[in-house]
């Protein structure tokens, strides 16, 4: 069973930039996928970017152009560079993963909080 955990989160200023990072460890962690989701308060989780297991990114149009998703070769840590950061982007963004043989995300470390000032 994997363990996910993110860091990274804080505060910048609309236009500006932050890098999040999330560790993986246990199990067999090249046989998981893995993904950005973010959630505001009263809304439901948004997946934000993800990489498939054949290594394809996925974006949310949202953020396309601004945000970059990317992973180390071992698969244990998973980064999301955001750039041009807007005010919408507020949420608290969670790292996720499911295993190559299933569709559903089943996997989720603690959340780390993005504010995004103006």
């Known amino acids: 069973q994997v363990q996910l955990e993110e860091s990274g989160g804080g505060t910048a200023k609309a236009g500006g930039s932050l890098r999040l990072s999330c560790a993986a460890s246990?199990?067999?962690?090249?046989?998981?996928?893995l993904g950005w989701f973010r959630q505001v308060p009263g809304k439901g989780r948004e997946k934000v970017a993800s990489?498939?297991?054949?290594?394809?990114?996925i974006y949310v149009d949202s953020v396309k152009g601004r945000f970059t998703v990317s992973q180390d070769a071992a698969k244990t840590t998973l980064y999301l560079q955001m750039n041009s950061l807007r005010r919408e982007d507020t949420a608290m963004y969670y790292c996720?993963?499911?295993?190559?043989?299933?569709?559903?995300?089943?996997?989720w470390g603690q959340g780390t909080p993005v504010t995004v000032s103006s």
């Open positions: 996720a993963a499911r295993h190559h043989t299933q569709s559903r995300y089943n996997y």
């Open positions: 246990g199990g067999t962690t090249r046989s998981y996928c």
């Open positions: 990489i498939d297991c054949d290594g394809a990114t």
